[in-house]
């Protein structure tokens, strides 16, 4: 049975659903015949938006709820077969400012999750979205996963204990837990209301909107990037494979790219927009971690996974479906 046939008739109960990739890989479990919940907490600055889930509205069901509330992820579990958890803070610069909302999502709520698990549904499946933040300025590249993990910022500390609670309690309790850590992702659905998660989907509207994407330094950072299509299904393959259990994966794109190439090729293929060097702000420059790439290897020898998708064209989906449905993601811009 391939990692795809697995999901019919499946449970799946998906935190930050509403989210940039938890409705991508929604819409894919939804078309593979699974039981979809998606739960969200729908807070206006991050990236839950019901229009994520357009035409697929009466195919899965909603759950309103966040995931500090322990009560509410103790009924939610129940009778899930898997659960992929992407709920999360993801702004470095948030973390920084706000400190305490970040311990309480991206750490106190992972343990609230486990522990519904752990209690109501102990034969769950759960893979745990991580992030590369979680080693901060690599020492070598590309970054695998035995690179030491030295965090420059609170979201990558708080990321990090997120991660290792899911591995404890696979270690401590056989709950079948697993980790990938995420490169930047990019495509459709994207949050682009505001530069405070990532910058992919920011360049993105500044290009579509005809204005100036301003990079700080020489713009010679080199990235990764991975199509949202590739990540979803490195979550299916994960989600499917018992192998995988007490494990972590890096996820990687298909070549590191520098952000003066990649506002360019933008640039390009929006046919408007302009870009501009400008000097680093000092809050920024604080946790900057200079180039950072990852090395895939391991979970292309595990799951059979490796990037697709080639740059221009995820780019080129991605300008497309905000050229058609930008009015939605819009909102008002502020740092």
């Known amino acids: 049975m391939s990692h795809l046939d697995f999901y019919a008739n499946k449970s799946v109960l998906i935190t930050g659903g509403l989210g940039f990739i938890g409705s991508n890989l929604a819409q894919r479990l939804v078309d593979l015949d699974a039981r979809v919940t998606l739960v969200d907490s729908l807070i206006p600055a991050y990236g839950g938006n019901l229009f994520n889930i357009a035409g697929y509205e009466?195919?899965?069901?909603?759950?309103?709820?966040?995931?500090r509330d322990p009560y509410s992820m103790r009924a939610l579990v129940q009778g899930q077969d898997v659960l992929f958890?992407?709920?999360g803070q993801v702004s470095h610069l948030d973390s920084m400012?706000?400190?305490f909302t970040d311990l309480e999502i991206n750490a106190r709520s992972q343990l609230?999750?486990?522990?519904?698990?752990?209690?109501?549904?102990?034969?769950i499946k759960i893979v745990y979205a991580g992030t590369r933040q979680q080693y901060g300025k690599p020492r070598y590249l590309p970054l695998d996963e035995d690179h030491i993990q030295a965090p420059t910022d609170v979201n990558g500390v708080n990321k990090m204990a997120g991660e290792w609670y899911h591995i404890v309690?696979?270690?401590?309790?056989?709950l079948a837990a697993t980790s990938l850590r995420l490169t930047n992702t990019y495509g459709p659905r994207q949050l682009v209301k505001h530069k405070r998660q990532g910058f992919i989907g920011w360049f993105v509207r500044l290009a579509v909107r005809g204005e100036t994407i301003q990079l700080y330094?020489?713009?010679s950072q080199l990235r990764d990037l991975c199509y949202v299509d590739d990540v979803v299904d490195a979550f299916l393959r994960a989600g499917a494979s018992a192998e995988t259990?007490?494990?972590?994966?890096?996820l990687g794109g298909p070549e590191p790219v520098s952000l003066l190439e990649l506002s360019r090729l933008i640039i390009e293929i929006a046919g408007r927009g302009r870009v501009e060097l400008v000097p680093w702000p000092p809050a920024r420059k604080r946790i900057d971690i200079g180039d950072v790439y990852s090395s895939y290897a391991r979970a292309e020898q595990a799951l059979g996974w490796r990037p697709t998708t080639p740059l221009r064209a995820g780019l080129e989906r991605m300008i497309e479906y905000y050229e058609r449905y930008g009015e939605y993601y819009?909102?008002?811009?502020?740092d």
């Open 169 to 174: 309690y696979h270690n401590a309790y056989d």
């Open 85 to 87: 958890n992407l709920a």
């Open 330 to 334: 819009w909102g008002a811009s502020k």
């Open 97 to 99: 400012e706000d400190p």
């Open 217 to 219: 330094g020489d713009g």
């Open 112 to 123: 609230s999750i486990l522990e519904a698990c752990r209690h109501e549904n102990p034969a």
């Open 245 to 250: 259990n007490g494990q972590v994966y890096n």
């Open 58 to 67: 009466e195919r899965l069901r909603v759950n309103i709820a966040d995931v």
